[in-house]
């Protein structure tokens, strides 16, 4: 679903904490650097466990942002946990287990991005062809984001001796 990859990605932009699940480890981790793709050119700064142990479990209390992987099989585990705003995604079935209200932060550019991904859902590309179309909807986001031309202004205080 768009909309919820638009959330996951504002999400990750905001430095909120992760957690995402699955069955199966390859699921985990190449899902987890999927993720943490979305925010190119940037990189997640923060705690990044694609694969967290069971033994590890209690590292999903941490009160700072991080994005964790852990199997299916640890979801009894992970709702004994004092967890709070915490967003956590089960991959197999696409559904967020828990989702949290938070504000929405993304410009009205954003739709814009919104469209493109849908369009690209439509035409039901696969494969590599896709994954480089998607990169290049956020890539072009992140263009038009942070670029903004100089007003006529600016220009105009710029030739000035």
């Given at each position: ?8 990605f ?19 981790s ?9 925010t190119?050119?940037?990189t ?12 590890l ?15 299916s099989?640890?979801?009894?585990t992970?709702e004994?946990?004092p967890?709070e705003?915490v ?28 469209k ?8 039901k590309?696969?494969g ?18 942070l ?6 202004r600016?220009?105009q ?5």
């Amino acid at each position: 679903n768009v909309d919820d990859i638009i959330f996951l990605f504002e999400s990750l932009l905001v430095e909120r904490r992760l957690i995402i699940m699955a069955k199966t480890l390859s699921t985990l981790s190449s899902c987890a650097n999927a993720i943490t793709a979305l925010t190119y050119p940037f990189t997640w700064q923060h705690i990044y466990i694609p694969i967290l142990p069971l033994s590890l479990i209690n590292y999903a209390c941490a009160p700072m942002p991080f994005i964790v992987g852990l199997l299916s099989s640890s979801l009894s585990t992970l709702e004994t946990l004092p967890i709070e705003e915490v967003i956590i995604v089960d991959l197999d079935s696409g559904e967020f287990i828990a989702r949290p209200s938070f504000p929405k932060v993304l410009p009205p550019n954003a739709q814009q991005l919104k469209k493109a991904l849908k369009s690209l859902v439509k035409i039901k590309k696969r494969g590599r062809d896709f994954s480089l179309s998607v990169a290049q909807c956020f890539l072009r986001f992140f263009c038009c984001l942070l670029y903004t031309s100089p007003s006529p202004r600016d220009r105009q205080k710029s030739r000035m001796p």
